[in-house]
């Protein structure tokens, strides 16, 4: 995607963090911005700061499917069709899956990915309809590839964005629409105080909040990358069409760790035939998928 102005982009999770910084960042290049969050005093705050009449604030939850088509319905009222989505709004909980209860689960994937999945779900139909192109940018994090016992049901969330966001960008390539994952690693944000945001009907924790725990993990997210930083390098990534975003170089030597570790676990050995002949299908196809997706 080579212009951004006069475009509108719809960015949940937009009054705090790394959604912030993408507001700015857009603002800044034309774009009309609808920050869509659950906090009403931080889209104030957001809309105070920016100080832009091409914004505007919506409050919702990303996990209501109603919520989700009301404020898809009332940004393009306001700003004109979406051509620029990201599907950004998150919440942590730092705790393992054994000591995690059903609310625990419903809360997180909740967010983290029935948000994305209601995001797709609201905006890919009307951008397909329209005919015209666009991008979608779906927040993971590097907890999309490295996982920990803590924090389980996050990483749970994250590689299941990766794998829709990576199954989407095949299918809406040919609609022009690219999509991309944000990979972050830690950024400086709001996010170590997601408690504040978690429903009272989902308030039955396998584990009693650690508000000493809550407060270190502040101090870690203030060592983070700035969120225009984050932003600006999302803004970069969409006008080369990449897929995977990852602001942060220091993770690439872990990856290959990690990588190097997945492939000395593969079996060595021959497949029968016919299997070979479907897998060497299967393979060319999503060569070509990858490289129909770039544009290449
Ligand atoms: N901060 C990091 O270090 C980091 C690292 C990797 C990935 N991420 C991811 O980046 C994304 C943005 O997080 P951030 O770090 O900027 O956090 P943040 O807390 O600063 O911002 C997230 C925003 O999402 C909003 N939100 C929470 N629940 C919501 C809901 N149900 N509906 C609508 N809005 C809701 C919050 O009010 C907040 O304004 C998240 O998906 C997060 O998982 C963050």
Same mark, same amino acid.
């Given at each position: 995607?080579? &212009?951004?102005?006069?475009?509108?982009?719809?960015?949940?999770?937009?009054?705090?963090?790394?959604?912030?910084?993408?507001?700015?960042?857009?603002?800044?290049?034309?774009?009309?911005?609808?920050?869509?969050?659950?906090? =009403?005093?931080? @889209?104030?705050?957001?809309?105070?700061?920016?100080?832009?009449? /091409?914004?505007?604030?919506?409050?919702?939850?990303?996990?209501?499917? !109603?919520?989700?088509?009301?404020?898809?319905?009332?940004?393009?009222?306001?700003?004109?069709? *979406?051509?620029?989505?990201?599907?950004?709004?998150? @919440?942590?909980?730092? =705790?393992?899956?054994?000591?995690?209860?059903? &609310?625990?689960?419903?809360?997180?994937?909740?967010?983290?990915?029935?948000?994305?999945?209601?995001?797709? =779900?609201?905006?890919?139909?009307?951008?397909?309809?329209?005919?015209?192109?666009?991008?979608?940018?779906?927040?993971?994090?590097? $907890?999309?590839?490295?996982?920990?016992?803590?924090?389980?049901?996050?990483?749970?969330?994250?590689?299941? *964005?990766?794998?829709?966001?990576? $199954?989407?960008?095949?299918?809406?390539?040919?609609?022009?629409?690219?999509? $991309?994952?944000?990979?972050?690693?830690?950024?400086?944000?709001?996010?170590?105080? $997601?408690?504040?945001?978690?429903?009272?009907?989902?308030?039955?924790?396998?584990?009693?909040?650690?508000?000493?725990?809550?407060? =270190?993990?502040?101090?870690?997210? /203030?060592?983070?990358?700035?969120? &225009?930083?984050?932003?600006?390098?999302?803004?970069?990534?969409?006008?080369?069409?990449?897929?995977?975003?990852?602001?942060?170089?220091?993770?690439?030597? !872990?990856?290959?760790?990690?990588?190097?570790?997945?492939?000395?676990?593969?079996?060595?050995?021959?497949?029968?035939?016919?299997?070979?002949?479907?897998?060497?299908?299967?393979?060319?196809?999503?060569?070509?998928?990858?490289?129909?997706?770039?544009?290449?």
């Amino acid at each position: 995607m080579k &212009d951004f102005a006069g475009r509108t982009a719809f960015i949940t999770g937009g009054a705090n963090g790394i959604g912030l910084g993408l507001a700015r960042a857009l603002l800044a290049e034309g774009v009309k911005v609808a920050i869509a969050d659950i906090r =009403q005093d931080s @889209i104030d705050a957001a809309l105070d700061a920016l100080d832009n009449h /091409e914004a505007t604030g919506l409050c919702m939850d990303v996990s209501s499917r !109603e919520e989700f088509a009301e404020a898809a319905d009332e940004a393009e009222r306001r700003l004109g069709p *979406v051509s620029l989505v990201f599907n950004n709004a998150g @919440i942590n909980l730092f =705790q393992t899956i054994d000591e995690s209860s059903y &609310d625990d689960w419903d809360w997180v994937l909740g967010v983290n990915l029935y948000g994305v999945i209601n995001g797709v =779900q609201t905006f890919v139909p009307r951008m397909k309809g329209r005919g015209a192109d666009g991008h979608v940018v779906n927040t993971a994090s590097m $907890s999309c590839f490295l996982a920990g016992p803590v924090p389980g049901i996050y990483n749970t969330a994250k590689f299941a *964005v990766r794998g829709l966001s990576e $199954s989407l960008r095949y299918s809406l390539a040919p609609h022009r629409i690219g999509v $991309s994952v944000l990979c972050p690693g830690l950024v400086k944000s709001h996010i170590h105080a $997601s408690d504040e945001v978690r429903p009272d009907a989902l308030g039955a924790r396998g584990k009693p909040v650690d508000a000493a725990f809550n407060t =270190q993990l502040a101090k870690v997210h /203030e060592a983070g990358m700035e969120r &225009d930083e984050v932003a600006a390098k999302t803004l970069e990534a969409i006008h080369e069409n990449k897929f995977y975003i990852f602001p942060h170089p220091e993770f690439r030597d !872990e990856l290959r760790e990690v990588f190097d570790e997945i492939i000395a676990d593969y079996p060595k050995g021959d497949a029968p035939v016919e299997r070979l002949a479907f897998e060497r299908g299967r393979r060319e196809n999503y060569r070509k998928a990858r490289a129909a997706a770039r544009g290449k």
